[in-house]
């Protein structure tokens, strides 16, 4: 059974910064791409950042310049730094991980249960 359990959120200043982490766990063999992905309330899942097996990282135009996305393989964990807040990030937060769990079966689609952001004063 995997599970990816995310954390890091909370209530946040305009302005501020926080870093979200999600940590894989279960009978993972490979993890592939990783992204973070947000929902505001009415509005559709919006793709934040994506980071690929080979580390190639794309980022939506709203958070570019103001977020960091990485990994660490060996903790199979992945971060999403975003700093200079603004009330407009408020969202839920997902984490999603194409992964495998055994040699040679074809990764699927895991999601996170989301964290909370909210930037407000």
């Known amino acids: 059974q995997v599970q990816l359990v995310e954390s890091g959120g909370g209530l946040v200043q305009p302005g501020g910064s926080l870093r979200l982490s999600c940590a894989a766990s279960g009978s993972i063999f490979n993890i592939y791409a990783i992204r973070w992905w947000r929902q505001a309330p009415g509005k559709e899942r919006e793709l934040v950042a994506t980071i690929t097996v080979d580390g190639s990282i794309h980022y939506a135009d709203s958070v570019k310049g103001r977020s960091t996305i990485s990994r660490d393989n060996a903790k199979k964990t992945a971060y999403l730094h975003m700093n200079s807040l603004k009330p407009e990030d408020t969202a839920v937060y997902y984490c999603?991980?194409?992964?495998?769990?055994?040699?040679?079966?074809?990764?699927?689609?895991?999601w996170g249960q989301g964290t909370q952001v909210t930037v407000s004063s």
């Open positions: 999603n991980m194409d992964l495998s769990t055994a040699r040679g079966t074809i990764p699927d689609d895991y």
